[in-house]
């Protein structure tokens, strides 16, 4: 589907008068494509299949209408006996907490009659159980904690009304297939499900069919309707931590956020970077719940001007005006690139995502453009040119040696090698 719609307002959307003042201020002056084509198809109650891309709005494309039919059932469906109404399911804490906190910003006005609690592992689970007594309207989860509550019957799931797949490509890549699973069967046959997902692999075309019933398939994936602006720089073997300790000093960022592929590389290159006199944080797996919290706010704030970080930061990281992000690291999945980037370029600003690749990253950088249709020039960083022997390296690829010529050998080897 692509986007024909004209721009709209939220009132246009349907949405009620508590709702629309709530996001005025909030400063939401219009809808984004994604909240247009989707809310007032929610509000109808059909399911939903949706594709978008990141920092597109699509917590509130879903939450809006999620709290108006809370506030229009009314007292119809108190809460008790520990039920959630509403459950959206999200792949990390990080996410869930800020989901969940975007909830309770739309909801802000409505507080006394809306309850909302984030769950999630890493954290004692005692206090999430406390807030869950009585029940709940909507919850928002991991699927691990999310199963570890129902265990210890402090949820129950038989009267979810709404389901919602956040990010649902990223929830089947971390390996939570046999938890999900579990979480649907505990769920009632009839309810409305939201399916949200950057991008749709087979496993993910798989549960949308599966799963939802008779459901709209909106997809706004473009890379043209993307704010952020994408460069990658050419770099020698060995060069990558002098040309982006210079890149930072050069622009003087406000903000740096740089992605690599492992924990202990995080530390390694922070340690590098105080060495270039820049002062680094980092965020990474290894890290208790409540340093990552606190890095998380610290960065948001302002306080923190470089943060290194592995993955688990390239979803649910919302951080506003992040001016750029730099993969030190290409992302082993052609799917990240753009969910690491996306970090950038949020809610309309204009940002910047930049890579740096030698030798050794050329060929799976050709993978990544191809896989997300885009093809980016090759610049390098004046004061740091690729060496003549390097360059040739990266654009012709080296021959290989003839094989001697044998006897018998050589056919054998053919063959197998032909298995």
Not at 11 to 39: C, F, K, M, N
Not at 103 to 108: A, G, L
Not at 188 to 214: G, Y
Request: proline fraction near 4%.
């Amino acid at each position: 589907m692509t986007d024909t719609t004209p721009q709209a307002t939220f009132a246009d959307l349907g949405l009620i008068p508590t709702l629309i003042e709530r996001l005025e201020e909030l400063e939401y002056r219009q809808p984004t494509p994604v909240q247009s084509h989707v809310i007032p198809h929610i509000l109808d109650g059909r399911d939903i299949v949706g594709g978008a891309n990141t920092g597109s709005g699509k917590t509130a494309a879903f939450a809006l209408p999620i709290l108006q039919k809370i506030l229009s059932q009314g007292a119809s469906h108190p809460r008790g006996g520990n039920f959630v109404s509403h459950l959206i399911l999200v792949p990390t804490r990080e996410l869930a907490s800020q989901v969940a906190n975007s909830v309770k910003s739309y909801s802000y006005h409505l507080r006394d009659k809306v309850k909302t609690i984030a769950v999630f592992g890493g954290v004692s689970v005692n206090p999430q159980m406390l807030a869950l007594r009585g029940g709940c309207d909507i919850v928002v989860a991991t699927p691990g904690r999310l199963l570890d509550l129902v265990s210890s019957n402090a949820i129950k799931l038989e009267q979810v009304q709404t389901l919602v797949l956040d990010e649902a490509d990223r929830m089947l890549s971390l390996g939570f297939t046999e938890e999900l699973h579990k979480i649907l069967a505990l769920l009632p046959q009839k309810k409305q499900t939201l399916l949200f997902s950057a991008t749709f692999p087979e496993k993910v075309t798989s549960l949308a069919q599966n799963l939802l019933h008779d459901a709209l398939d909106i997809q706004l994936q473009s890379a043209e309707d993307s704010t952020v602006v994408q460069r990658v720089f050419s770099v020698n073997k060995g060069q990558k931590t002098a040309v982006l300790a210079h890149l930072i000093k050069q622009h003087q960022w406000r903000q740096t956020l740089i992605f690599v592929n492992a924990k202990n590389a995080c530390n390694h290159l922070a340690q590098k970077l105080t060495k270039r006199g820049i002062t680094a944080q980092v965020f990474h797996g290894d890290q208790g719940q409540g340093a990552r919290t606190r890095v998380l706010e610290e960065f948001k704030s302002g306080e923190i001007h470089v943060l290194i970080a592995t993955d688990i930061a390239a979803r649910g990281l919302d951080i506003e005006k992040l001016p750029v992000v730099i993969n030190f690291d290409l992302p082993r999945s052609p799917a990240d690139y753009m969910h690491r980037i996306g970090r950038s370029g949020r809610a309309g600003e204009v940002g910047l995502g930049l890579s740096l690749i030698d030798c050794d990253d050329y060929h799976h950088f050709n993978v990544i453009e191809k896989k997300n249709k885009f093809k980016l020039e090759r610049e390098q960083v004046e004061g740091f040119e690729v060496d003549d022997a390097q360059s040739e390296a990266c654009v012709v690829p080296v021959k290989p040696r003839a094989k001697p010529a044998g006897t018998g050998k050589k056919k054998k080897k053919r063959k197998q090698g032909d298995l």
